[in-house]
């Protein structure tokens, strides 16, 4: 009797639940209500911000892509790109590498490194919680 209720389970698709219940749930990300100073939009992706400005406040990444592109003048074969640690640059692709060689012409600090924002700091709060 016990082993066809098994093979009764098995076709029907019912599955009981193992030994290791339910792992599904995924880690909460942090709340923090911050609003891009650019864009004036909601900040939905706390840890691609970047501080910019005296006030340090956060904007959204592709909010400063877009102010440099309109602040700085590009020549032909120059893009912007972000190099790290809050810095972006100017890169010039040499020609006939196939957008392999390039040199950057410009770097542009964008975010302080002195110290942290006081935004990154309630984001940090919030991570260790």
């Known amino acids: 009797m016990e082993e066809q209720q098994k093979r009764q389970n098995k076709s029907t698709g019912k ?9 599904s749930r995924k880690p909460q990300r942090p709340k923090l209500d911050l609003v891009c100073s650019i864009c004036g939009k909601p900040i939905k992706y706390v840890y691609t911000a970047i501080e910019y400005g005296e ?3 956060p904007i959204h990444f592709d ?3 877009k102010k440099l592109g309109e602040e700085e003048e590009l020549g032909p074969n120059e893009k ?3 190099l790290g640690q809050g810095t972006f640059g100017i890169i010039r692709y040499h020609n006939g590498s196939g957008g392999k060689r390039f040199s950057i012409r410009k770097k542009i600090a964008v975010e302080e490194q002195n110290g942290i924002a006081e935004w990154r700091k309630e984001l940090g709060k919030a991570v260790r919680r």
């Open 15 to 23: 599955r009981r639940r193992g030994r290791r219940g339910n792992r």
């Open 55 to 57: 006030k340090r406040e």
């Open 63 to 65: 909010c400063i892509l």
């Open 80 to 82: 912007i790109c972000y």
